[in-house]
């Protein structure tokens, strides 16, 4: 007998079910590879779809798409009746791919050592943190900004994506208008009018591919190298490494259990041109501006030509006592830049994000310039979100996140009581998906975390948001991503944290 | 009989089959409407749902869906048994958004005249011409730019779509690595490698939201305010609007049949500090750089710490003759930045492109800005077109694209010769989406440009794509998304045109 009798099994594909890529792909990588390696040979017959199925653990469908990959590129032929055996010649071209990815691989072009990256940002950039994406193969308590994703309503919205795509046309395929597509413009017009007191209609409403490309946009425009601009110590980490990368001078604003210290900052920083601020919550530490602080804010603003950046990231997220109308709701002489987003309350990895302008000749500098950064928002995602709000299931999704968040805030509250009250001091923060706790003495804060790591919690210290003095270290918790019992687990095992370092 | 009772008919809601919203939208914009301005009074029944369809003509689903809607927000009740009517009252919340609507409808927060626009950028933007997005009912000849949406394959995709929208999971939702999703860089690299002859591997492809993102991640990181960039004259207009807007000052560089004139721009500007070049392509005349030129562009990038911006925009569209493998395949010192983007080959509306950094120092920083601009490249666009790419799909489609655009470049040619070969000079293209032309003997371009608008002819004149003197006046002629009925129809309208201004 041939070649095409050896026996074989697949002791050699590794079905990782943890892993970020799917099953089908690892399976049809296992094998690809062992067919260009030569563990498995030319016309070696493979074993039934339901043995692989059986072998590796996975399903038999799983093993037929990764099947039907491989018989498509080529490497596996399909014999009707007799089986699939490993192709007699494997295409030439991808033997040539495999080969220059070996020869490439990690082959990098030698570099003129003079060689250096010379243009403006490159000095800024060095003093500055750029966002780290947490890409993590699970979600760990206390991560902040994690949604609860167990929750999500993945089954309506992959209906109306499904119904976005059976329905698109050639005009959603070609350049849309760089300020978004109107009909979301609309509806974002009218959820923010109802809910926050934005004044404000479509036509002033600019979509952005995220909160960060709002903030480059508000830097590009309001800020002239040099200038100098209130932010909130601690304060959105994110927000301060955009703005100084375009030239601004950062002030730290302290913050009270109110939120930016306005008094404070209008004392020192006279001069600023610009503050950015969370007065809904402030980020990261909570706290409310009372309606006369804003009153003075918005007054210092109109009489000192300060622009206001209000980032109003998760304001749907209140759990108790009226939701808190909007700064720019109040604001009478077009000093405040609205900004909202939708990664906060869907999910992160939707990169829409609006911004309201005061007025139109502003809204056509920052359309401009949204245009020149990268001319439009990709649109199958607007269009899908569109619906998502359109046909009331936003809303929906709101009251329920904050029922569920609410739930999980109290549950952690109690636990904290119980297990923390001894090593944090904390308030009920009535808002949000993260609860900022300060540390009643000081501890070794290195090690803590590390103890912490050891356990899989993640806890981020108020030490990366502060950037003046660190005099009121803490560290927050995530709260919103993370059911019941798991914030159980992570407060008693934070407990034994706190009490080997004590 | 009571107010139920009255027949009324829907003459006022207009269905317009070629609006841009959905039929469905229309309907219950309609209806919506009607009530709220009283042509709907609280408790009329509504006709039946399949009367409402042959009244309109429209499906009676879509009638349906309408309804559905409307019940859902509470303007129509449904009462089993005895059909469908107005609310006896329109819940509140609505009422007073439609209030708020009509009150702040363009009204605008009164502006402190002497409040300016004070950023960096807000001088520079008043010089540079900002990407107009097209956005059009229809798509016209002869706009460039505009791919094949009529054989795009939509089911394949929606199916893709799909499948990705099933299987998200939590660590889709959340931030991804900023440098965009890593199956799709691996199958980028290696399309690269195998038809572009690009030196890379997936660690240093970076995915960005569209060519215009990449420009301005170059703009910042390789270009100082005052550095001098060598740019084709004609050439693409948003590169040089990015560039500017950073600060650059650009260098006319005369175009040949063979591209950029690199002897020119070595003689006239051996200071500058970057070059954007489209080599395989020229944008906008054509023209491929060949290779001497390519060799001695790199020997003098090397020489002088000249950065080299390869835009290969369209190069998988090659008709005749071996694809030109890119320009950064030939480089030894790494001082090319090659970028690619799907909206040529695809549809613009996908906002993914991708970048091939030198080497991972350089890799990483371009990765820091590209965080600090936008965080990451929306993700399910990401998912889906990994998958198109993976399982044959691209391939497929540029294989049929390239039958179709050089059947429909053909046409143009024939059509050119017989109808317009007194007026235009051209030469076959081989390549790309559109054709360049040029005017034999001076005519009247504006009123050239208006005669053809008149007959419904989009006719994008040399004259935008230039900024030294426009001294070879011509037009650009798209036929990639046009079927060849339309292109015949179009030569013939374009030479009436002619023969009325000459």
């Known amino acids: 007998m041939g070649r095409s009798s050896r026996q074989i099994s697949l002791p050699f594909i590794k079905i990782d079910r943890r892993a970020r890529r ?11 590879a062992a067919i260009l390696n030569g563990v498995l040979r030319p016309n070696d017959r493979l074993p039934a779809t339901r043995l692989i199925a059986e072998e590796t653990g996975v399903s038999r469908n799983i093993v037929v798409i990764a099947f039907e990959q491989l018989v498509m590129e080529g490497y596996v032929q399909s014999r009707s009746g007799s089986g699939s055996f490993v192709a007699a010649e494997i295409p030439a071209r991808m033997e040539k791919a495999v080969r220059d990815k070996r020869g490439s691989d990690k082959k990098e072009i030698p570099r003129d050592p003079s060689r250096r990256l010379s243009g403006h940002f490159v000095q800024t950039l060095e003093h500055v943190v750029s966002p780290r994406n947490t890409v993590r193969e699970e979600s760990l308590p206390f991560q902040t900004g994690q949604p609860a994703f167990d929750v999500f309503p993945f089954a309506v919205w992959s209906k109306l994506a499904a119904r976005v795509y059976r ?7 070609g350049y849309e208008d760089a300020a978004g597509h109107y009909p979301l413009r609309e509806v974002i017009a009218d959820h923010l009018r109802v809910n926050r007191g934005v004044q404000c209609d479509a036509d002033r409403i600019l979509i952005v591919s995220g909160t960060q490309q709002a903030l480059v946009l508000c830097a590009q425009l309001l800020l002239a190298p040099g200038d100098r601009y209130w932010m ?12 100084t990368l375009f030239g601004g001078e950062p002030c730290p604003v302290p913050v009270t259990s109110e939120g930016m210290d306005i008094d404070f900052a209008i004392r020192h920083y006279p001069d600023a041109r610009l503050a950015f601020i969370t007065p809904s919550h402030q980020n990261p530490v909570g706290g ?13 603003a109109r009489d000192h030509r300060l622009w206001l950046i209000e980032d109003d990231y998760d304001s749907e997220l209140r759990y108790r006592g009226k939701p808190i109308p909007s700064l720019q709701g109040l604001d009478t002489h077009g000093n405040v830049i609205y900004i909202g987003t939708f990664s906060k309350v869907l999910f992160p990895a939707l990169r829409v994000a609006y911004m309201v302008l005061p007025d139109q000749e502003i809204f056509q500098a920052f359309k401009s310039l949204k245009a020149l950064n990268d001319r439009q928002t990709a649109l ?16 929906r999704h709101l009251r329920k996140m904050r029922g569920i968040y609410n739930s999980r805030l109290q549950c952690l509250l109690n636990e904290l009581d119980t297990h923390l009250s001894d090593f944090l001091s904390f308030t009920d923060p009535s808002a949000g998906m993260h609860l ?26 108020l030490r990366e948001y502060t950037f003046g003095s660190y005099d009121r270290p803490g560290v927050l918790l995530g709260y919103a991503g993370f059911p019941e019992e798991k914030i159980r687990k992570a407060v008693r095992a934070l407990a034994v944290c706190f009490r080997q370092i004590s």
């Open 22 to 32: 799917p099953l089908y792909e690892q399976l049809y990588e296992g094998i690809r």
């Open 167 to 173: 329905y698109l046309d050639f005009q959603h395929l």
């Open 232 to 243: 909130d110590d601690p304060g959105y980490v994110n927000a301060r490494a955009v703005f």
């Open 288 to 300: 409310t501006l009372p309606l006369a602080q804003r009153l003075r804010l918005l007054a210092w």
């Open 380 to 395: 199958t995602d607007q269009l899908i979100l569109t619906d998502f709000i359109k046909e009331g299931y936003f809303h």
């Open 436 to 461: 900022a706790a300060h540390f009643r003495q000081p501890v070794d804060e290195a090690r803590l975390l590390q103890l912490a790591a050891d356990k899989g919690l993640v806890l981020p210290s």
